[in-house]
T-cell receptor, first 111, second 112 residues
């Protein structure tokens, strides 16, 4: 069964610190992996998309890595800010026309 | 300009009623989706349409019927609403499988 897991479910970090969010998936035969953020009461915003042939993608203070062989991806956030507080979701295209989501990590940046 | 817009934002209704949620995207994308987010925040795909044609129908009760009048619109009609249908429903679109999804802001459906 193709599954996506995100641990921990919640994370609190003091402002200014660097942090890493984790995502693991059960099948290494993936097309791509996407990271989203969801603010309370809002839809999802796409942050980064990593193709299966890539190892990482960067956008501003965000860096996402992909290790297909171990079934892992990380989202690194540098110099965290209170505005980074949100739920971060990892989603994987396993090549079956479906994007499978993890349950997310709720991130709180403490001012 | 809102790229993916869905209406209404909130919908409160009684069991047994029939309701519709509308979705429109102005991004020119070929593929549109409906996702359901349950109380535990788990997002699961319900339907996927590509150029008005149904691609994915994920073990969703046939009380749920998507309608795509054109590739910019994908509406969701729900018959005989049940308590378990209470959730947030998200519409999304993308140019294709290898492109990021763009989500609407969600419709919070509450069935009483």
């Amino acid at each position: 069964k193709q599954e996506v897991t995100q641990i921990p479910a919640a994370l609190s970090v003091p402002e200014g610190e660097n942090l890493v969010l984790n995502c693991s998936f059960t099948d290494s035969a993936i097309y791509n992996l996407q990271w989203f953020r969801q603010d309370p009461g809002k839809g999802l915003t796409s942050l980064l998309l990593i193709q299966s042939s890539q190892r990482e993608q960067t956008s501003g203070r965000l860096n996402a890595s992909l290790d297909k062989s171990s079934g892992r991806s990380t989202l690194y956030i540098a110099a965290s800010q209170p505005g980074d507080s949100a739920t971060y979701l990892c989603a994987v295209y396993f090549g079956n026309e479906k994007l499978t989501f993890g349950t997310g990590t709720r991130l709180t940046i403490i001012p | 300009d809102t790229a993916v817009s869905q209406t209404p934002k909130y919908l409160v209704t009684q069991m047994g009623n029939d309701k519709s949620i509308k979705c429109e995207q102005n991004l020119g994308h070929d593929t549109m989706y409906w996702y359901k987010q349950d109380s535990k925040k788990f997002l699961k795909i319900m339907f996927s349409y590509n150029n008005k044609e149904l691609i994915i129908n994920e073990t969703v009760p046939n009380r749920f019927s998507p309608k795509s009048p054109d590739k910019a619109h994908l509406n969701l009609h729900i018959n005989s609403l049940e308590l378990g249908d209470s959730a947030v429903y998200f519409c999304a679109s993308s140019p294709g499988n290898n492109s990021p999804l763009h989500f609407g802001n969600g419709t919070r459906l509450t069935v009483t």
